[in-house]
Each structure stands twice: as structure tokens, then as C-alpha cells.
């Protein structure tokens, strides 16, 4: 955008980037140092959205903590469960203090099965729309189809303008 503007006029928004404080990065499950990542060799390292409810409890079950026991967050110390208090502070909208206070005095097994939980309330009700759009494939060829030609009518306008200052002429 800012190289077409600047050759042929303003023409595109220049997209800002939006990136939170906490939680733009989640790290894998099993190894906390590495981004979170479907296409990572260990389907353990990951919560796919369509992922059971037993899956996602058993992966954040099996999560990389520490061995101090409690529930903390220093994400240069102590990797793996700030990235479990930052998944659950995300979903929850809870501050990590927040999750800490409510955890004081429990243990990890405690802390994963509300996460695990917190996650699978997350996840069912994507999940099920999931399950609803693919089971009626005519619907949605549908909702693509109408998706598509919302598409080009937002954007025709614009790339008439765009041609028009390439120079390209349709017939």
C-alpha cells in the first residue's frame, strides 16, 4: 500500500498494526519457548478448535509447567506457566494477577483443569458452528458465493481506480 501510494497517489489505506501488550504470542504447549503452531511435529504442542473436550483437557493436562508447583507468572523464569496464566487471562479476561490471587495455595492439577475447561467453553460453541457449515455443503457454497460477490462489489470501485492509474485499459 505505502509503495503504491507513493508512485501513483494516494489510492490504499495504510494498514497499522494492532498488537496487544499480552497474549499476541502464544507459546507451544510443550515447549514453551516456541510459538504456538498448528504445523508443529507434535499435535501436543497445540489446541486445534476442532480438538474434543477429553483432547483439550488431556493436552493442557500434559502442558510443560515447572517444578515449583504454584501458580505464577514470569514469562523470563518460569516460561511455562505464564503461558498457561496468559491463555487463561486471555479467554477469561482476567489480569494474571487476577489468576494468580485465585489460585494462591492450589497447585498446578488444580489451575490446568480450570484451564482446560475455560478452554473447552471456548472452543464447543466454534466447534459446533464447524460441524453445522459442514454438514450442509450446499449452504455453504452458499455463504461463499455471496462472501465472493460482496467482495467484488466492495472492491470494484477501487480497482477501477488502481487501473486507471497503471494505465490499464479494460474493453
Do not use: H, W
Request: glycine share 8%.
Amino acid at each position: 500500500a505505502e509503495r503504491f501510494n507513493k508512485t501513483y497517489g494516494e489510492t490504499f489505506v495504510v494498514p497499522q498494526p494492532m498488537i496487544k501488550k499480552t497474549g499476541a504470542r502464544i507459546m507451544a504447549l510443550d515447549d514453551p519457548t516456541k510459538k504456538m503452531s498448528k504445523s508443529s511435529g507434535s499435535a501436543k504442542s497445540y489446541i486445534s478448535l476442532s480438538d474434543d473436550d477429553t483432547t483439550i483437557a488431556k493436552k493442557i493436562r500434559s502442558a510443560t509447567t515447572d517444578s515449583e508447583g504454584t501458580v505464577g507468572y514470569d514469562p523470563a523464569k518460569r516460561p511455562g506457566i505464564s503461558n498457561l496464566v496468559t491463555i487463561c487471562s486471555e479467554l477469561t479476561g482476567s489480569s494474571p494477577a487476577q489468576i494468580i490471587a485465585e489460585f494462591e495455595g492450589k497447585g498446578y492439577k488444580e489451575f490446568k483443569e480450570a484451564l482446560a475447561q475455560v478452554l473447552i467453553d471456548f472452543i464447543a460453541p466454534i466447534r459446533e458452528r464447524q460441524r453445522e457449515l459442514l454438514s450442509d455443503k450446499a449452504g455453504l457454497v452458499k455463504i461463499l458465493n455471496d462472501g465472493s460477490a460482496k467482495a467484488r462489489d466492495i472492491t470494484g470501485k477501487k480497482m477501477k481506480d488502481v487501473r486507471e492509474k497503471l494505465g490499464i485499459v479494460l474493453g
